[in-house]
């Protein structure tokens, strides 16, 4: 049963992830990301790892598509259609992600994971308690180095986006067409 | 004394000695989406009789209390209007998004109900993060709201949309946080633990001042969050005709309505779940014939008992108070609901170092 | 670990994830549209993390943190990214790379 989930999870995240691609309607391609985020937060569920499943839902469906839509609602209107790309640059990126694609798969398939049989520790407990611990194999100085980076980048979003009411007349603002 | 475990296990053993094991999980998935999808159309019906019926009494309305017999004949009057009514599709819509739209909203209030204990093993996703699963799934609908107010195509839809995500994105801060300052005092996220702490009391009575202040703030926050008033700004009928689901109708606008009504409900479910005492009696000290008496009533009776007060709370505020401002939406989230969620957070993690809470 | 599914098998589904988004990420020319390809190419690693915290060390919860982790820093980049994209807007009227020229005139 399993199995069946995975390979219908494994679908949807890879034709969802190249119609996001190729579409050239800009909110329907948000629309098919979102799609795969949720997706991916399902295969994290199927893993057990429901913490984590929980958190891409919050934060990557939730919160980062929900920002992205955003910002195309501000900048573009329905009729908008973003022009085909010019047929070398379509080629040679296509070339270029096959032959990627391709050889990685050709390592993998030589690859030789053996898998650990080990009892899990995969619970909310184990996760919280590595996260935040202080000593030998916890996580806290990253935590925190990442709660100080979330403040910054929170003020640098303000600072940028914030309209500016400059006062001297050659700013960039007005020179614009 | 009430224990639904034994009829669930039952069930399951019965499909899983007729079938095959896999048949059998099949079957029983296809029965819980089936009681799940009757109970979603059934609260649909029953809470927009029950919305119109306390509007109808706030504010004096005649209709809806003498059609048919106590008003009944006003929802299904409701109901037929929007099945037979023409589905009129938009020409210059984006006709993919304007179709996926409902169903994004419909999908993520269903799913929030799955998590919601009717009764001690009435649960269908007993998950251990049950509270966080519930704060991100709920953030889904956003989408669905912003996707319906863009591919219509119409200025008025995309206010409400613009104005519906800048409110829901805030005030999922402050359901958050509320419900986090509760994690602190059960200790747990997993729905069915939080309910089992409130055997000795429910938390909203033994959580001192905290619980109580999370409470209203919950109440407050997630009333902002399902877009109801006096909070209802996307669709504020008088500025912008219906906000969002301006140019939808029929079928579809009645899968947003829906949405609506189930999201009050779950609201008040969780409010129930986590501040008073979900399925658990009310019981009061060692008075114990009281109690005993109390423990006669189903604990699923209870579990309605205490939601359809909630949900009666929240139809009061929605009929007495004014519709806020946009700014004032904002301010009230930002500089009053944000500080003063972070200030009893902070106040609850000290009561709980202490070892002062229940 | 999934039963009957092999790490190849995920590492596969991941790795033509983010062969995808590199592809979305030279193709495309719309800020926006680059952003999006960035996000798979990031998910396509955090499935990594995770697959290979599964099978290969199922004792300890660091493949799981390092996706933490990995969602946290992409919540920072677009956060940042759609502040420059809605100046940008404010200034040129365009979010397409090709008219972000104004440093060359």
């Known amino acids: 049963m399993e199995k069946i989930i995975f390979y219908i999870l494994s679908a949807v995240i890879l034709s969802l992830s190249l119609m996001s691609v190729l579409s050239r309607k800009l909110l329907r391609s948000a629309v098919y990301l979102f799609g795969v985020l949720t997706a991916i937060a399902g295969f994290y569920f199927l893993i057990g790892y429901?913490?984590?499943?929980?958190?891409q839902l919050t934060v990557y469906a939730g919160g980062i598509v929900v920002l992205i839509i955003f910002s195309i609602l501000l900048t573009h209107d329905i009729d908008h259609q973003m022009p085909t790309p010019d047929w070398s640059r379509v080629a040679v990126a296509g070339a270029l992600c096959v032959a990627g694609a391709v050889m990685f798969v050709q390592l993998l398939q030589g690859s030789l994971f053996s898998r650990v049989e080990a009892p899990e520790q995969s619970d909310l407990n184990t996760v919280g308690n590595t996260l935040l611990n202080p000593g030998g194999g916890g996580y806290?100085?990253?935590?925190?180095?990442?709660?100080?980076?979330?403040?910054?980048?929170?003020?640098?979003?303000?600072?940028?986006?914030?309209?500016?009411?400059?006062?001297?007349?050659?700013?960039?603002?007005?020179?614009?067409? | 004394m009430?224990?639904?475990?034994?009829?669930?296990?039952?069930?399951?053993?019965?499909?899983?000695?007729?079938?095959?094991?896999?048949?059998?999980?099949?079957l029983e998935w296809t029965l819980v989406i089936l009681v799940y999808l009757a109970l979603y159309a059934i609260l649909g019906l029953v809470l927009v009789y029950v919305e119109r019926r306390v509007c109808a009494f706030f504010q004096l309305r005649l209709g809806p209390n003498r059609v048919g017999w106590a008003g009944?004949?006003?929802t299904?009057?409701?109901?037929?209007?929007?099945?037979?009514?023409?589905?009129?599709?938009?020409?210059?819509?984006?006709?993919?998004?304007?179709?996926?739209?409902?169903?994004?909203?419909?999908?993520?209030?269903?799913?929030?109900?799955?998590?919601?204990?009717?009764?001690?093993?009435?649960?269908?996703?007993?998950?251990?993060?049950?509270?966080?699963?519930?704060?991100a799934v709920s953030s889904l609908g956003v989408v669905g709201i912003l996707l319906a107010g863009w591919s219509s195509n119409n200025k008025y839809a995309l206010i409400g949309a613009m104005r519906s995500g800048a409110q829901i994105v805030s005030y999922e801060l402050s359901v958050g946080l509320s419900l986090l300052t509760m994690v602190l005092l059960t200790g747990t996220l997993q729905l069915s633990t939080i309910i089992e702490t409130q055997a000795n009391g429910w938390w909203i009575?033994?959580?001192?001042?905290?619980?109580?202040?999370?409470?209203?703030?919950?109440?407050?926050?997630?009333?902002?969050?399902?877009?109801?008033?006096?909070?209802?700004l996307p669709e504020a009928e008088s500025e912008l005709t219906a906000?969002?689901?301006?140019?939808?109708?029929?079928?579809?606008?009645?899968?947003?309505?829906?949405?609506?009504?189930v999201n009050m409900f779950t609201v008040a479910a969780i409010a129930t779940t986590v501040f008073l005492g979900g399925w658990m009696p009310f019981h009061l000290g060692d008075w114990a014939g009281f109690n005993a008496v109390m423990d006669f009533v189903p604990p699923i009776l209870w579990f309605f008992l205490k939601v359809s007060a909630v949900i009666f709370l929240m139809m009061w505020f929605k009929w007495t108070f004014p519709r806020l401002r946009i700014d004032q939406l904002l301010k009230l989230e930002w500089k009053y609901l944000m500080p003063l969620n972070l200030m009893n957070l902070v106040f609850t993690a000290i009561l709980v170092y202490l070892g002062w809470h229940g | 670990m999934i039963p009957g599914v092999s790490l190849i098998e995920i590492l596969t589904v991941s790795t033509l994830m983010f062969f995808i988004g590199v592809y979305g990420f030279l193709t495309r020319k719309n800020l926006i549209t680059i952003l999006m390809s960035l996000e798979l190419m990031l998910n396509g690693a955090a499935i990594n993390f995770v697959a290979f915290n599964k099978y290969l060390y199922p004792g300890q919860p660091n493949g799981q943190l390092f996706a933490l982790f990995l969602i946290a820093v992409a919540a920072c980049e677009v956060a940042l990214a759609i502040a420059i994209v809605i100046n940008l807007y404010r200034k040129i009227k365009a979010v397409d790379v090709e008219q972000v020229n104004t440093l060359k005139h």
């Open chain 2, 205 to 232: 009575f033994k959580g001192h001042v905290p619980a109580i202040i999370a409470f209203f703030l919950y109440l407050t926050a997630s009333i902002a969050e399902i877009n109801r008033g006096p909070f209802d």
């Open chain 1, 50 to 55: 429901h913490f984590l499943g929980a958190v």
């Open chain 2, 243 to 261: 906000g969002f689901h301006t140019e939808y109708s029929g079928l579809k606008f009645a899968f947003f309505f829906l949405a609506e009504f």
């Open chain 2, 72 to 74: 009944t004949a006003q």
């Open chain 1, 140 to 177: 806290l100085l990253p935590f925190e180095v990442v709660s100080i980076l979330l403040l910054a980048v929170m003020i640098g979003a303000i600072v940028i986006a914030k309209q500016r009411h400059s006062v001297d007349d050659s700013s960039p603002e007005k020179q614009a067409p």
């Open chain 2, 76 to 135: 299904v009057a409701d109901a037929l209007k929007l099945l037979l009514k023409e589905p009129v599709t938009v020409n210059k819509a984006d006709k993919l998004l304007y179709n996926l739209a409902p169903f994004i909203i419909t999908l993520a209030a269903l799913t929030v109900i799955s998590l919601v204990p009717f009764a001690k093993g009435l649960q269908a996703f007993d998950i251990n993060i049950g509270l966080l699963f519930i704060v």
């Open chain 2, 2 to 26: 009430y224990d639904f475990t034994t009829l669930v296990q039952s069930i399951g053993n019965f499909l899983h000695g007729q079938f095959s094991p896999g048949v059998a999980t099949a």
